[in-house]
């Protein structure tokens, strides 16, 4: 079996990748970029430097594909917000394209996409967030993946394209980038190692799902072979860290205190928000297994090496 990873060079990419090809698929990767350093994906079959949504520029590339993994996004809610014809142009028309594309060949692979559990939702009416939780997101990043999702749906019901939506809590792990912005764990992590304040808005209660990347690479061979009714399945641990819970376990890793820059609540944060995973646990078969402090102490190790 076959398993093509758009947006393979990233960070949930490689992650995904890794365990697509533990479970024995040969997996193959296409991004703008390529994985860097070369050899720091053993796993790959290849990879190819391509448009993700240009199913010309990688199918025969890649010699087809069993499962199609569609990470490819060009944006992050600040910045989708700050630009919403850009997030709307490259990622919703983006997917068309590829399921044009896909069309056109008249092929039929499995198509996998990583929505947001955190932002198809908006605010919560009730917590933990099950699938059936109504989806008012209040951010442009959540609307074009909510549209993704209904026409992926459409392609399904249409041309029999089989399709399974991931909506993922807030992955965290080895190989996220500390200078994004966006990865609290990471970007705490690794301020905190270089001895910088840590920026907090509000009083730090503010409540998130946090899922080791390494989990969610599990998550998507499970939905590669899953045969049930249902389509959307929410991906994460299924229980809240604070912000302070992060900067507390940071301390205890640490061995010493961290210095904190405090700032005024942003609005737009709802207090709490945490997924429902029962769904995907009955399903699925699937059940988180990184502990949050041990992926908390992975993650810090890995970002040592990073300056």
Not at 195 to 205: E, I, Q, Y
């Amino acid at each position: 079996m076959r398993c093509v990873v758009l947006g393979g060079a990233g960070f949930l990419g490689r992650h995904i990748g890794c365990a697509m090809a533990a479970a024995g698929y040969c997996v193959w990767s296409v991004d703008v970029s390529l994985a860097t350093p070369v050899g720091s994906t053993p796993w790959l079959a290849g990879q190819v430097q391509a448009d993700c949504f240009d199913v010309g520029a990688w199918w025969d590339r890649c010699g087809g594909a069993d499962v199609v993994v569609h990470l490819a996004s060009s944006t992050v809610p600040a910045t989708a917000n700050a630009d919403p014809v850009a997030d709307a142009e490259v990622n919703l028309l983006g997917t068309l394209r590829l399921l044009q594309g896909l069309r056109a060949r008249k092929v039929h692979p499995r198509l996998l996409f990583a929505s947001s559990g955190g932002a198809v939702y908006g605010k919560p009416q009730s917590v933990p967030l099950a699938e059936d939780h109504p989806t008012l997101p209040i951010g442009a990043y959540g609307v074009t993946k909510l549209a993704i999702e209904h026409h992926l749906c459409i392609e399904e019901a249409s041309q029999g394209l089989p399709c399974r939506i991931l909506r993922l809590s807030n992955p965290y792990g080895e190989w996220q980038r500390p200078h994004a912005i966006q990865g609290v764990i990471a970007v705490f992590a690794h301020r905190a190692l270089h001895g910088l304040p840590l920026d907090v808005w509000g009083d730090g209660s503010v409540v998130r799902d946090f899922i080791h990347a390494a989990d969610v690479g599990t998550a998507f061979v499970a939905a590669a072979e899953h045969e049930g009714k249902n389509r959307v399945f929410n991906i994460g641990d299924g229980q809240g860290h604070s912000v302070n819970d992060i900067i507390a376990t940071l301390e205890r890793l640490l061995g010493r205190a961290i210095e904190r820059r405090v700032f005024a609540p942003r609005p737009f944060d709802p207090p709490v928000n945490v997924l429902d995973i029962r769904r995907a646990q009955t399903e699925l078969h699937w059940q988180p297994a990184v502990a949050f402090d041990d992926g908390v102490a992975s993650a810090l190790q890995w970002l040592r090496s990073v300056p």
